[in-house]
């Protein structure tokens, strides 16, 4: 490829990616907007299991890759889903706002309102035997999501080593090792219900093999702690990355389903 991908700069920006990437350009994309009366009511819908997600000893990369904060993810994290496909945690990364002041940065919106910052925690289906082979089965990825709000002048301690670990990696390509890792205390505190669809990955090559599950509880961090991840890293252009999120996609005639009303 000629140009790195961006989300709002130079050739190879959002409108941009299906030229380079023709998948982006497909029916079933991500993100979406989550219409709460369009969201089909799924009683049976069963919550998810999630394994070994509460504290981890060991050493944990992050990694500033230019487009966000990526921490590596030990297979011993799996998630369940009511159909009984397990997942294999990969790695999780963020999404946020701060090109402006008070500007939000999910990637999924709910009945139009975009939250402050989007969580994902990426995993490929178990039956594969590597992530390289799933990145390209069609049935291949989940991606657990979560959305946070502001709750002003409360830190969320959970947050506190990450959010200090990131003026360790300002630049592009850098990257440094948390020891230790609360994933589960790092999530909503009620993980019973979710929304769930099929979608894409919401990056180019915005494969068509994601299964979406947003969860509908919500992670609260200070204002402090949101903004020091917003104002903490840079993208190959030396400017803060910033809105590092994509515009909601159609639904076209896809359904999404949902455990709860
Ligand atoms: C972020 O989002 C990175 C990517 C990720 C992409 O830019 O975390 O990770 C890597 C390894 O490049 O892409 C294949 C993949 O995980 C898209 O992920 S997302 O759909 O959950 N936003
Ligand atoms: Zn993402």
Redesign the pocket.
Known sequence: HGAEWTYSEGLLDEAHWPKEYPDCGGKRQ?PVDLQRKEVWYNPSLRALNLSGYEVQHGAFPMVN?G??V?ISLPPTMRVTAADGTQYVA??M?F?WGGASLESSGS?HTIDGIRYVIEI?V?HYNSKYKSDDKA?KAPDG?A?LAALVEVKDNAENAYYSNFISRLKSIRYPGQSTVLRGLDVQDMLPGNLHYYYSYWG????PPCTEN?RWFVLADTVKLSRTQVWKLENSLLNHQNKSIHNDYRGTQPLNNRVVEANFM
């Not at 894409?200 to 990056?203: A, Y």
Request: charged share 10%.
């Open positions: 991500s890759d487009h966000t990526q990969q790695q990364h999404h990637e994902h990426v990145q990825l991606v894409s990955l919401t990056t994601v």
